[in-house]
């Protein structure tokens, strides 16, 4: 037998109302719902799984999130400033790591950054 290997890891984001976090997911980002358990929930997108756990206390705006690599990046930001969650610190730009990126938060101030690798994807 080898040693550990890491499949998978899933953010677990606070939020303040689990269910105005799932909505906003699932309708505004066009994630499915996982489930719901009242103070944990998750939701889905393609290979992309979140969970949430509820929090009493406000967490941090600015410290908590996750970045989401993801191929036609462009088109994703379009429907994304189409429905107007584009975080205006966060817009769409090149960066010299060598990655295109923009930033979303949910109604909690999580971000979440969506990433593409150059040569991934158009």
């Known amino acids: 037998m080898g040693p550990s290997y890491f499949t998978r ?6 939020v303040a109302n ?10 505004t980002l066009g994630f499915r719902l996982g489930f719901n358990a009242g103070s944990y929930g998750g939701v889905r997108r393609d290979a992309i ?5 509820r929090t009493e206390v406000d967490a941090p705006r600015d ?3 996750c970045r989401i690599e ?19 610190a966060g ?10 990126e923009f ?4 109604p909690d101030g999580n971000a979440l950054t969506f990433v593409e690798v150059f040569g991934l994807g158009s």
């Not at 799984?49 to 756990?53: G, K, P, Q, S, V």
């Not at 993801?70 to 205006?88: A, C, H, M, N, Q």
């Not at 930033?103 to 949910?106: A, G, K, L």
């Open 9 to 14: 890891g899933i953010p677990m984001l606070p």
């Open 103 to 106: 930033t979303v938060r949910d």
């Open 70 to 88: 993801v191929t036609e990046i462009r088109k994703l930001y379009s429907e994304f400033k189409d429905r107007g969650v584009i975080d205006p």
């Open 63 to 65: 410290r908590s999130g």
């Open 18 to 27: 689990l269910r105005r976090a799932i909505d906003f997911y699932v309708d």
């Open 91 to 100: 817009d769409i730009a090149a960066q010299p790591w060598g990655t295109t």
């Open 49 to 53: 799984e979140i969970h949430f756990a």
